[in-house]
Structure formats: structure tokens, C-alpha cells
């Protein structure tokens, strides 16, 4: 650290293995999409559109959150789109935390590096013994709520109805759904939205759009609050969502039949993954999300994590109390699981 450095309390967040060796790897510890964006997003990238980078993007975006409005049922005024969820979320912590930030014990492990990155008071209240979130310990908290859904690592899905019971302990406490992965098989609490003036929803298009190279993400919420996020973001980077990614999120949104086959496929792999460890005696939470989560009683996650990767597949461990023993595996293609399936049962019999 340099004499200079300002922010000495910074952890920052430790992502995921992204390997230089990628070809030889079979790459499950991001939750990155196995399969490639939209065929229509990847041929709108033209000579000519690459040629118009000499140009700031267009500051209103409007095609791209026309697309998000009509998928999400909502105005474009409700809408907008930044560079990543994670750069969403930056904003919120930064500019819509007043009383501080809650959220669970084990969940994005964003949310605290955001505190302290924004100076915000930030609450983690324990998850039950079983993993799932009970909405009763937030009853009295005045910090915004932020509730990841599906929850990462662990894959469970809160549904709406426990959502809106969030919403309704206090309206005058934001609550910030974080719907990366509810793409995969939950309900989107965007139908909640004409109710409740203190709900504001974040999504990305990394996961269920295939796009984490791209950085983009978006807010939905009620036109004030959407404003307010402009505000944050015009008093940052406006031009925060570049040409070519602006341009790559509106078709993949529009794109509804080949977003869907790929969801599908990643949702079969996945219920299909979970039944094959669970006959391999492993415990795995009913995940709603791309990935799953999961603990072996014969080998410790740090263990089958390091035995996967001498066999060339990574997948995710965190050193983190009260999951030691779990690991988090994104659901790849039919291929790569069988492979994983297959490198597991070698490695239960090597124990
Ligand atoms: C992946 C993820 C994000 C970040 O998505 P980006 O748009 O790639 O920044 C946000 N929240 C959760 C819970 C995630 O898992």
C-alpha cells in the first residue's frame, strides 16, 4: 500500500479463478453461461458499428431499455442500465443506503466490500440452519435490504409472497432484490413493483444472457428511484454501457426463443447434476439458480475442490464459516457434467 492510499479499511472481492490455460479446463467456479450470447447480438457487431467507437454511446440507451422494458413489463422510465449489476449495486450502496445496509450472513459476498468501499454501516443477519432466509429477523431493521434471490452460493429462491412481507415490515425501508440468477427457474418480484415504491430490482445480463464479458446489468424500479440511480449515474460515468454492449444486450433481450433454449438446457443439466450427486451421498440445496450447491459427507470441500482441479475441472470453495464443507458448482453443458459426475465418483473412491 502506498502512503497515499486514502481507503486503508478496503478487503476487496475476490472473484473466481479465470485461468490463461482456459481451453484444457473445464471452467464451472463462475457461473458464467456455457453457451455463447444470442447468434443476432453476436452479427450486429458489424465493421461498421465497431467504426462508429469513435462516438460516445447514445446517452439515452433507448433502444436497449425499450427491450428491457417490454421483457420486464414495466416503462422505460423504470429502467436503467449500467455497466454490470456489480456497478448497480455500487450505486445504491453509494447513493441509497441512508440508514445503512442489511443482508444475510451467507450471500453475495459483494454486499459487504460495498460497505466498506462506501462508508455504509452494513448488518448481516444469520440465514437459518438450513440455508433459508427468514424474513421475521429483518423486522425492526432500518438499513436498505438487500436480498440476493436466488441467494448466491446457496440457490435458494425466497418466494414473492415472503418478499412482500419484507416490503410491507416498513415502507419506508428500500428493499433491493439482486435477481442475477432468477433467470433459471424463479419469479421475478418486478410484479410487485406497481405495490410497492421501495422495491428496486437489479439483473444482469452475465448469467441468462451470456454476456459477462459484455458488463451489463440493470435497474427496475419506480420512476423516482430510477431517477435517482440516474442521478448516481450521471454524476459518475454516463457513458458507463459502451457501444458494442449496448448494442449486444437489446438483441440477446430480444432474442426471446434462443434465450430460452439455453436456459432450458442449463436447467435440465442442472436438476439432472443434482440427482447424480445426491446418489453420490451428497447433500445439495434445491437450487434455482446455475449452479449448484453442494457437500459431500466422505470428502471436505476444500478437498474435492483441489481433487477436481488435478482432474482439470474447477469449481468454487469458500473458506467461509459455516460452509466449509460446501462447494459451488455451475451447471455447465451435458458434456461437461457427465465429466464432472465422472471425476467425482473417482474421487469418493479414492477416499
Ligand atoms: C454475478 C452476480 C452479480 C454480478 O453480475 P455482473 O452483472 O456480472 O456484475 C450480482 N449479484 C449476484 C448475486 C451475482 O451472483
Redesign the pocket.
Known sequence: MSRFFRLTELEPYVPGEQPADMERLIKLN??ENPYPPSPEAVAAVTAEELEKLRLYPELAAAGLRDAVADVCGVTPEQVCVCN??????AFIFHGLCPNGAVFADL??G?YPVFCRMFGVAGREIPLREDLTLNVADYRGEKGTVFI?NP??PTGLFLPLEKVRALLEQDRNRLVVV?E??VDFGGESAVSLLPDYDNLLI?R????SYSL?GG???FAVGSRELIGDMNTLKFSFNPYNVNRITMLMGEKAMRDRAYFLSCRDRIIEAREWTKTQLRGLGFTVTDSL?NFLFASSPDVGGAEYQKALRERGILIRHFSVPRIENWCRITVGTMPQMRELVKATEEILKGV
Not at 84 to 89: A, G, N, P, T
Open positions: 463462475t457461473n454490470s449489476s456489480d456497478e448497480v449495486l450471500t453475495y459483494f440476493a441467494n448466491a439482486d442475477a440468477y437489479t444482469t445480463f452475465s448469467k459477462a458488463r451489463l446489468g439458480a
